[in-house]
């Protein structure tokens, strides 16, 4: 079935689609293109859980339920993660007769809307996938030119969250392609919170700000600390890349803010290719980087220690800090990093990562830190050992052993 509102764009779109590419974030200022998301719907970074970077396309209502169940009494709900997402595979292969996509009928018997329901019974909110183009990228029916259907469907359905695809584009253009899902979810009327997945191949940070709250600035994650399979990326290699396309020393970070984030992709905290240290550290920069907290991990197995990572309420509040401004990268060497972001109430977040494959003897010094954070006195919390660990003043450096690859994560605040 066409989309008229799509043709409608096409009509009146003035610019060739190459034009319309290179001058990316101008294009949103001409009349058709215009789009407002939902405002307000992510004025922190958004936390829950996804099914694929576990998963994948096995998934299935009882699934989700046993999911929702476990992120209750885990105390994740609780802690913040309130989104249950599906991930591509949730659907049948075809659309219906009347050109609706239809719930997977093995997987999800009693179809999306019972689903919907129950979660927001339980406090959750829920959440799709679906893909700008021809096809998702597990080969099931994207919502190209379907935009406006698909919309009215998920609103139907009780969609609060929509994570958007970019497999099977074609010569499609991207800005194009988002603004007029972001229209489509607008015109339907409920609330989504609405998240670009197009892995940074178009700089979403400098055009989905109007139109998305979150978009992915790379590739896919997975769950190692270093590696990379074509597409993919451990977490190190992630993190990095958050700075490499940087603009300023503030990498990535200046795009984001209250109500649209930065998105280095879903965590693999606790899953199999990451030691407890690999997660704890991985738990902690994605809270400086004012990431969304998307844990992708089958809760259902995880141990006491990663559950504890992810339900770390002080990290959390960094992750949650309502200034909203993205951590950075402020030193690094072979084998340390130190990241640091500003936080709300004068205070700062520092991680400190040994890099290396060696345990590592460190040592901070608190009047380095100070040429970001400046040198007046502060305290200092050790936001995993749960600790005051006194003040700068009083102790000017901070000294520990690390494992490889796990950090130290502070909270420094203005001593009175
Ligand atoms: C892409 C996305 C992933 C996941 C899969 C699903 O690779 O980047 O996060 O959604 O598609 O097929």
Redesign the pocket.
């Known amino acids: 079935m066409e989309n008229p509102s799509t043709l409608g764009i096409m009509k009146h779109t003035p610019l060739p689609l190459a034009a319309r590419v290179v001058l990316g974030g101008l294009m949103l200022s001409a009349p058709l293109l215009q789009a407002q998301k939902f405002e307000g719907l992510a004025m922190t970074p958004p936390m829950g859980w996804?099914s694929?970077?576990t998963f994948?396309?096995n998934i299935s209502e009882e699934l989700v339920e046993d999911v929702a169940r476990v992120m209750i009494e885990s105390g994740m709900l609780e802690a913040g993660y309130n989104y249950i997402v599906l991930?591509?595979?949730w659907m049948a292969m075809e659309r219906g007769e009347d050109g609706n996509l239809i719930p997977h009928p093995e997987k999800f018997p009693n179809g999306m809307k019972a689903l919907a329901d129950h979660l927001h019974d339980l406090g959750f909110k829920f959440g799709l996938?679906n893909?700008a183009g021809s096809l998702?990228?597990?080969g099931y029916p994207g919502s190209q030119g379907h935009e406006f259907q698909d919309a009215r469907l998920y609103a139907s359905i009780g969609v609060d969250y929509l994570?958007y695809?970019?497999?099977s584009h074609g010569t499609r253009d991207a800005i194009e392609a988002y603004t007029t899902m972001s229209r489509a979810l607008k015109a339907a009327g409920r609330p989504v919170v609405f998240s670009v997945?197009e892995?940074g191949q178009n700089e979403p940070w400098k055009w989905a700000g109007d139109i998305a709250h979150l978009w992915?600035t790379t590739?896919?994650?997975i769950d190692c600390w270093d590696c990379n399979e074509r597409?993919?990326n451990g977490v190190k290699k992630i993190l990095d890349m958050q700075m490499s396309l940087q603009d300023d020393h503030n990498g990535l970070g200046i795009y984001a803010g209250p109500d649209h984030w930065n998105d280095p992709?879903?965590m693999e905290v606790g899953n199999p290719g990451l030691t407890v240290a690999e997660s704890r550290a991985h738990f902690s920069l994605w809270c400086v980087l004012a990431a969304p907290l998307i844990a992708g991990n089958d809760v259902r197995n995880m141990s006491e220690e990663i559950r504890q990572i992810l339900t770390n309420k002080e990290a959390i509040a960094v992750d949650q800090d309502p200034l909203g401004k993205q951590g950075f990268r402020f030193f690094q060497s072979p084998e340390k990093e130190i990241w640091i972001r500003e936080l709300s109430g004068g205070d700062w977040a520092v991680c400190v990562l040994n890099a290396s494959n060696e345990r590592l003897a460190t040592t901070v010094d608190w009047s380095h830190v100070g040429l970001v954070t400046g040198t007046q006195d502060y305290t200092i919390r050790d936001l995993w050992l749960h600790q005051e660990l006194g003040s700068t003043h009083d102790e000017p450096e901070l000294s520990r052993i690390l494992e490889p690859h796990d950090v130290i994560l502070v909270r420094l605040s203005p001593a009175k």
């Open positions: 996804n694929w970077n994948e396309t991930d591509d595979g996938y893909c998702t990228c597990g994570k695809d970019w497999c997945c892995w992915r590739g896919d994650i597409w993919s992709d879903m």
